[in-house]
C-alpha cells in the first residue's frame, strides 16, 4: 500500500519504505499528536520523535519496527508532545535529544542538546538539525536526505501545512520564525522536500512556498 500520511487517533500506522530507513507515523491523543518511528533498514536501530501522548500505543509501534528503540528526539517543549517521554524512556532506556533552550523544561533530563547545524546518528542514518526559533526558544527540526537526494523532514509544530507554527503566546515571536523558516527550510531545500509535521496531514516545500509571503503579510 502506498504511504499517504494521513493517520488518525486510534487508528493504524502509515508506512513509508526509503532506500534506507523506514518510516513509521502514528497519530495519539484527542490533539491529533505525530509520533514518527524511523528504522534503518541496515542495521535495526531506531529513533523515536515526539513521545506525545499513549506509552503502549507507542511501545507497540517500537516493536513493529525491530528490537528495542535508542534514540527519542522531542522537537519541543510543549506539554502536549512530552506526555508520554517519561514513560518511553524509562521502558526503552532510550537516550533523549532537544533543542537546548528547551531541553530544561522536558520531564526528563536531556541527555544530548542540539542546536542549529548539529547531527544526530542512529545506525547507518545521520538526520541534521535545523533550530527554528519562535514557537518555542529551542524548536527543532530534523533533515533526513534518502539516498536518491529526497530530503524528508520532520518540522515538529514549526512548519505545518498552511503556515508556520503558533506565536501568539508569551514567548513566542513570529518574526523570528518566519525568518528562521524562510531561511533555513525554504532557501535551502527544494520544492520536492516533503515534511511531516507534529500535527496533521504532511505537505511539500513545493506546496507551501508559494504562500511565503502571504504568511509574512498575515502575521502568522
Do not use: C
Not at 499528536?33 to 528504522?39: A, E, F, I
Not at 536501530?45 to 511501545?59: E, F, K, T
Not at 518540522?155 to 518566519?178: C, E, K, M, N, Y
Not at 528562521?180 to 527544494?190: Q, S
Amino acid at each position: 500500500m502506498s504511504y499517504t500520511g494521513t493517520v488518525t487517533p486510534g487508528g493504524p500506522e502509515d508506512v513509508r519504505e526509503l532506500e534506507r530507513v523506514t518510516i513509521r507515523k502514528l497519530a495519539v491523543s484527542d490533539m491529533h499528536n505525530n509520533v514518527y518511528l524511523l528504522t534503518s533498514r541496515g542495521t535495526g536501530d531506531q529513533l523515536l520523535i515526539d513521545a506525545a501522548d499513549d506509552p503502549d500505543r507507542i511501545m507497540a509501534l517500537v516493536a513493529t519496527g525491530g528490537d528495542g528503540l535508542g534514540t527519542v528526539v522531542t522537537t519541543h517543549q510543549h506539554w502536549d508532545h512530552v506526555r508520554a517521554l517519561r514513560e518511553v524512556v524509562a521502558r526503552t532506556g532510550a537516550r533523549t535529544v532537544a533543542g537546548h533552550e528547551d531541553a530544561d523544561a522536558l520531564p526528563v533530563p536531556v541527555d544530548v542538546p542540539v542546536g542549529q547545524g548539529d547531527r544526530i546518528t542512529f545506525g547507518d542514518v545521520d538526520l541534521d538539525v535545523i533550530h527554528l526559533r519562535g514557537h518555542t526558544p529551542g524548536s527543532i527540526a530534523l533533515a533526513l536526505r534518502d539516498v536518491d537526494g529526497m530530503v524528508h523532514l520532520f518540522t515538529g509544530d514549526s512548519l505545518v501545512p498552511g503556515g508556520v507554527g503558533a506565536t501568539s503566546h508569551p514567548g513566542q515571536d513570529f518574526g523570528s520564525l518566519i525568518e528562521d523558516v524562510t531561511t533555513r527550510v525554504f532557501d535551502v531545500y527544494g520544492d520536492d522536500t516533503w515534511f511531516y509535521p507534529g500535527h496533521g496531514d504532511d505537505s511539500t516545500l513545493g506546496a507551501e512556498r508559494p504562500h511565503l509571503q502571504e504568511w509574512r503579510e498575515r502575521g502568522w
